[in-house]
């Protein structure tokens, strides 16, 4: 039996031009530490009587083991948790998938803004403290042609905040139909109930008009709150009044009344024929005091939630306490101010990614699938073909809206598709599909063009 006295010392290891280059790039202690656990298990393995004998058998080959193991076992704990996956699903707004991907603009801007100092809270007219909440303010204001804008953390925050803000301690009145979960376990009663705000429900599940919001208003009324279906859909007898007739009734009776747009549509004719979610700007021009939205849905930018309106509550939000917990940073105001500025230049349907993807035609998809499958055809062991399918928006952003789209179907001759799928998510970087009538499908709608390459080499790999 091959004793443990060929192991080298851990002195000696460290003596090693290999293992000094681990220290350079991990650090010392955890290259001492991974050294010291490699080196027990290796002992272990030498010593244990029930395992067939090592083909180790002199220090130079323990000391190259260990080195290997060592340098393996630091990469995989020095890997982030947080890494780029190929989003194949077809899902554009993919909220596990973390939603939008951002608009290279958007990238720049962070990056040039990161690395330094900013005038985040800094105005540069007098010299003294500014307002971080102003920025990204004259944009949002130009592209939703509301007269004032807040950014905070995300739409669901925003709710909360706006809620507060305007209606602690008084009612707020709800549709029965609109008292709905979002997903993520946002929901809408919840969300009022922490805000302070007492909800006031009116009307039913399908049916809720005018008159019910009217017979509600009391002098305990603080504002009449719409929320937008974002994920679902009531069909058959139904009826829900416009927003026009709701700030018609609140102005009789000095109510603002407040929207929930959800997913922030600011697309102009190149997107109005492909989803079918109210622009923002439809909003404010029909008199809602207050609109809140998301920014990594539709609108493509950073997570954020979007609060636009007239000055005077937009005041009262942005001086309100909670304002302070849900602020965003320089980053989210630097992605932020660059995308929008993509749509203020009119260029966000080519330029940032969700509304590019949204504006894809079937003929683009088809022939970007087509030089995939091309060149699968010989070199992969996975059959593929190119069938028709549909994207969806997601992300509670258009529900129902199916966008045709061109699929590549891979079929393994071996490996059944739940297989198929948990291979693809084992490649790196990981590949997400979607399981349909019990075969895998990549819908390249939702794959960057950029990464046609990378997701083609993948594939030919797969087995
Ligand atoms: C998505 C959504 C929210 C929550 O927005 P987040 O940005 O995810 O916090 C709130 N309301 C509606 C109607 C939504 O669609």
Same mark, same amino acid.
């Given at each position: ?82 890494? #780029? ?49 102003? +920025? ?24 909360l ?19 709905v ?7 809408? #009663? ?37 929320? +937008? ?18 700030v018609?009734?609140?102005k009789r ?16 004719? +190149? ?22 939205f ?7 930018? #950073? ?13 009262r939000?942005?001086? +309100? ?28 349907h ?63 001759p ?15 970087? #990981? ?33």
């Amino acid at each position: 039996m091959t004793t443990p006295r060929i192991l080298p010392s851990i002195d000696r290891l460290r003596q090693r031009p290999a293992v000094r280059a681990l220290e350079t790039e991990y650090g010392p202690p955890a290259v001492l530490a991974a050294l010291r656990g490699v080196t027990d298990m290796l002992r272990r393995e030498l010593t244990a009587p029930e395992l067939p004998a090592s083909p180790i058998g002199n220090s130079e080959q323990a000391a190259s083991t260990i080195e290997q193991r060592t340098a393996s076992q630091l990469a995989v704990e020095f890997e982030p948790s947080l890494v #780029p996956v190929i989003n194949a699903t077809g899902v554009i707004v993919h909220t596990n998938l973390g939603r939008a991907p951002l608009a290279q603009p958007a990238v720049d801007r962070m990056a040039g803004l990161a690395v330094g100092y900013t005038n985040l809270e800094y105005d540069l007219g007098t010299g003294r403290r500014g307002s971080r909440s102003l +920025h990204a303010e004259r944009l949002l204001s130009r592209v939703t042609t509301a007269p004032a804008a807040v950014v905070v953390n995300n739409n669901a925050a925003a709710v909360l905040l706006v809620l507060a803000a305007l209606a602690d301690g008084r009612e707020a009145i709800i549709s029965r139909g609109e008292l709905v979960e979002i997903g993520g376990g946002f929901r809408i #009663p919840d969300v009022m109930r922490q805000s302070g705000a007492l909800v006031r429900e009116v009307g039913t599940t399908n049916k809720t008009r005018s008159a019910d919001y009217a017979a509600a208003i009391s002098d305990r009324t603080a504002l009449i709150l719409r929320v +937008h279906p974002s994920n679902f859909r009531i069909e058959g007898f139904t009826e829900r009044p416009r927003l026009e007739e709701l700030v018609t009734l609140g102005k009789r009776f000095q109510i603002p009344v407040v929207e929930d747009l959800g997913s922030g549509n600011l697309l102009d004719d +190149h997107g109005a024929g492909v989803v079918n979610e109210p622009p923002v700007s439809a909003s404010v021009a029909s008199g809602a005091a207050v609109c809140c939205f998301s920014g990594d849905k539709l609108l493509g930018g #950073p997570q954020a939630g979007i609060i636009v309106g007239a000055a005077e509550p937009l005041s009262r939000i942005r001086r +309100h306490p909670l304002m302070r917990a849900l602020r965003v940073d320089k980053m989210t105001y630097a992605a932020l101010e660059a995308t929008l500025l993509e749509y203020a230049r009119g260029r966000a349907h080519t330029s940032v990614p969700v509304a590019r993807m949204l504006t894809a035609t079937i003929e683009a998809i088809d022939a970007r699938a087509a030089a995939v499958a091309d060149q699968l055809a010989d070199d992969a062991r996975v059959a593929v073909d190119i069938i028709d399918g549909v994207s969806t928006v997601g992300g509670g952003g258009a529900p129902g809206s199916a966008l045709p789209t061109r699929l590549l179907q891979l079929t393994s001759p071996d490996a059944s598709a739940a297989t198929l799928e948990a291979r693809l998510r084992g490649l790196r970087p #990981p590949v997400i599909a979607r399981i349909e009538d019990n075969r895998v499908v990549l819908d390249l709608r939702t794959v960057l063009p950029e990464q046609d390459d990378q997701l083609t080499s993948a594939l030919i790999g797969l087995d």
